[in-house]
């Protein structure tokens, strides 16, 4: 069974930082081996695409409107992928989830993702 459980939000002001962490577990699988990636959804809309990271962690990509404030990373020794969110705003106000891609092609795609966590609430009050 795969695990993925996600911590680190909470409520923060505009402007603000947060750092999420995703701590992968599973019988007989080797997470270092895995691109990772994060999503988010926010009340009555779809889940979007935040940012995604190799298994290696030499590779990463993101959404476009989130460069330059969001950095994605990864300690394979500790299973985990963490999401640096910094200069927050009030519309990064979402439930944001991880997820595993046990094909390993780093993708935006929702649907290419294998497992996912049961997300965290992130809340920027302006």
């Known amino acids: 069974q795969v695990q993925l459980v996600e911590s680190g939000g909470g409520l923060v002001q505009a402007g603000g930082s947060l750092r999420l962490s995703c701590t992968a577990s599973?019988?007989?699988?080797?997470?270092?081996?895995?691109?990772m990636g994060w999503f988010r959804q926010a009340p009555g809309k779809e889940r979007d695409f935040v940012a995604a990271?190799?298994?290696?962690?030499?590779?990463?990509l993101y959404a476009d409107s989130l460069k330059g404030r969001f950095t994605i990373s990864r300690d394979n020794a500790k299973n985990t992928v963490y999401l640096q969110m910094n200069r927050l705003k009030p519309e990064d106000t979402a439930v944001y989830y991880c997820?595993?891609?046990?094909?390993?092609?780093?993708?935006?795609?929702?649907?290419?993702?294998?497992?996912w966590g049961q997300g965290t609430q992130v809340t920027v009050s302006s």
């Open positions: 997820a595993v891609d046990f094909g390993s092609i780093l993708t935006r795609r929702v649907m290419e993702y294998d497992y």
């Open positions: 990271i190799s298994w290696s962690g030499r590779i990463t």
């Open positions: 599973a019988s007989g699988r080797t997470f270092s081996s895995y691109a």
